[in-house]
């Protein structure tokens, strides 16, 4: 009877104490870092995976977003420095906001490397899910981040309050507000235009207040929610660079989690990310120009342009290239420009 029950104890100890040991180790509160605020798809992605990895860890992992910047004041440049060290344990961010500190990210920021349309979405497919995006995730494991899966800001589109920009000429003199990434003044400069960085959080205030005459972002994720519509009649589609996201988790924070926990997180992830990157695309792929149908809608003066148009500001942007490609490192953009040849 004693062996029994000792028997019976040993086993609730194996069943209920070990997880609960294991467990122990976790926080109250993990803390998700996003640079914009909750509305449109990269906001909402960030409420979603934080839903779905409490009801997958039924409870056992509880995540807070913070929103609009709040953990790194302001400085979204800094952002990958707070995951590393560990001030965020997890974030949802852009390469540009990253490409600071991970060099590598600085691919997605050359110039007219992918192509326009639809092409240009498979293109980025190619290299996120290929070997490029692999090489990137290990350089991100190296520095103390693993890397859960990609998301999507989108192909950033021009917008100002001047005048229609179809060639490199138009662009002359106006000031543009951009990440303060360097690659991207590297770029304004090129092309003639007076680039000056500027946190998102100051941002929209800038446009309303005229204190710039352009920017650049996505469609369905920041032009829309964000209304930029309503200070810049003129936008051009011109997809001259693509914007991805990562989500991405502090390293020691990940090895902390039960094998069982970084499942359920990596489906939340893959979840969460799948209705993101769908979102950012919708109305701009597959023949649906609903999203650019509906800026026109808001009085907005689309021009689009083809790729004749597209090299001669590409043609503007070799010194870019030339300086930037040594920086990213020559393999992952020869691993890239294979992964995009094979599409077709
Ligand atoms: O600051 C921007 O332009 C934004 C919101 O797109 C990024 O965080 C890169």
């Not at 909750?38 to 779905?52: D, H, I, M, S």
């Not at 852009?94 to 992918?114: A, D, E, G, Q, Y």
């Not at 000429?169 to 303060?180: P, Q």
Request: hydrophobic fraction near 45%; charged fraction near 25%; glycine fraction near 8%.
């Amino acid at each position: 009877m004693r062996k029994v029950i000792s028997t019976l104890i040993a086993l609730a100890l194996v069943i209920g104490f070990v997880p609960n040991a294991l467990h122990a180790k976790y926080k109250k509160e993990y803390k998700l870092s996003v640079v914009v605020g909750p509305k449109g798809p990269w906001g909402e992605a960030a409420t979603r995976f934080v839903q779905l990895v409490k009801e997958k860890t039924h409870g056992r992992v509880n995540i807070k977003p913070y929103f609009s910047g709040q953990l790194f004041a302001g400085k979204q440049t800094n952002e990958f420095l707070l995951l590393k060290s560990g001030v965020a344990d997890f974030a949802l961010g852009s390469t540009i906001n990253w490409s600071t500190t991970v060099k590598s990210l600085n691919l997605f920021s050359l110039p007219f490397f992918f192509a326009a349309g639809d092409k240009g979405y498979a293109q980025v497919d190619a290299v996120t899910h290929g070997k490029p995006g692999k090489m990137i995730f290990e350089q991100l494991d190296k520095l103390g981040v693993v890397g859960l899966g990609w998301g999507e800001n989108g192909f950033r589109e021009i917008t100002n309050s001047k005048h229609p920009i179809k060639t490199p000429d138009d662009l002359k003199g106006l000031k543009i507000r951009v990440v303060g990434s360097p690659i991207f003044i590297d770029i304004y400069r090129a092309l003639g235009a007076n680039p000056t960085s500027m946190n998102w959080g100051e941002a929209v205030t800038a446009f309303r207040q005229g204190v710039v005459d352009g920017q650049e972002n996505p469609i369905n994720v920041v032009i829309i929610p964000y209304k930029v519509y309503e200070f810049h009649k003129y936008i051009t589609i011109w997809h001259y660079l693509i914007d991805p996201l990562i989500m991405g988790v502090n390293k020691k924070v990940w090895n902390s989690f039960t094998p069982e926990d970084q499942k359920a997180i990596r489906e939340a992830a893959e979840i969460a990310l799948a209705e993101e990157v769908a979102k950012a695309r919708c109305g701009l792929v597959g023949g649906n120009l609903m999203a650019i149908e509906y800026l026109k809608s808001k009085g907005m003066h689309v021009t689009i342009l083809n790729d004749q148009e597209r090299a001669a500001f590409k043609a503007k942007t070799k010194k870019v290239y030339k300086k930037w490609v040594p920086v990213i490192g020559r393999d992952l953009v020869k691993a890239a420009e294979e992964a995009i040849s094979k599409v077709q």
